[in-house]
């Protein structure tokens, strides 16, 4: 089944009339507190949890009208980091009581973010890491990924070491596959540095 797509924007500029925006710049932590929840009104906010080596693991990447927050969480080890320049919206746990659309909204959120974490478990658990890296890249075509006329434009920016984190493998492994990829022209890097995949890397029916 095919994962959730963002619905209309229509219940977040609601909230956001009523609201104040909360700038966070590129690589920035994100303040996390209990009985709040932050909603990503614009920007990619990445999930991060500590392995017991010390190493960041990838939880997530969140887009507009997704949450997070520590109320949703039973990690220790749990922060929001901006990926790109984010302006998030506070939104406290009585709200979610006291709205019942609001909590049917989140409730949508929630799915999404379900279903993105078990595609995330999912292609961890592939044998080959070459499947769990094509796996990976179609899954931020899905959820960040801009139409173009040879395929798809990957509109968020990860290093290699943290795709290596969210495929439990090595940065030099990462670098070495997305290279074979640009080889056989699967993928392709634009003028602007993000990746973009090609009509070739992307199933007919992954739209």
């Known amino acids: 089944m095919p994962l959730l797509r963002p619905s209309h924007h229509s219940w977040l500029e609601d909230l956001y009339r009523e609201r104040t925006l909360i700038p966070y710049k590129a690589g920035e932590q994100i303040r996390l507190k209990t009985r709040e929840l932050l909603v990503v009104y614009r920007g990619i906010v990445q999930l991060l949890t500590l392995d017991p080596s010390g190493d960041e693991a990838l939880l997530g990447l969140l ?27 506070r939104v406290s746990w009585d709200d979610l009581q006291q709205s019942p659309q609001l ?38 075509c899905h959820d960040f990924g801009a139409p173009t006329a040879d395929g798809v434009r990957l509109e968020i920016r990860l290093t290699h070491q943290q795709i290596a984190n969210a495929l439990g493998t090595t940065r030099v492994t990462v ?27 992307i199933p007919v029916n992954s739209n």
Do not use: S
């Not at 999404?112 to 899954?139: C, P, S």
């Not at 596959?177 to 993928?187: F, H, Y």
């Open 103 to 140: 909590a049917q909204e989140m409730n949508l959120q929630m799915a999404r973010r379900l279903q993105q974490t078990e595609a995330l478990l999912a292609l961890v658990g592939k044998r080959h890491i070459n499947d769990r890296l094509r796996g990976f890249l179609l899954l931020l």
């Open 175 to 201: 670098t070495r596959m997305l290279g074979e990829l640009r080889e056989q022209g699967l993928v392709t890097v634009d003028q602007g540095r993000f990746l973009c995949l090609t009509k070739a890397l």
């Open 63 to 89: 887009g507009p009208m997704m949450p997070l927050g520590l109320p949703l969480t039973l990690l220790e080890a749990y922060q929001g980091v901006a990926l790109t320049n984010c302006d998030l919206l």
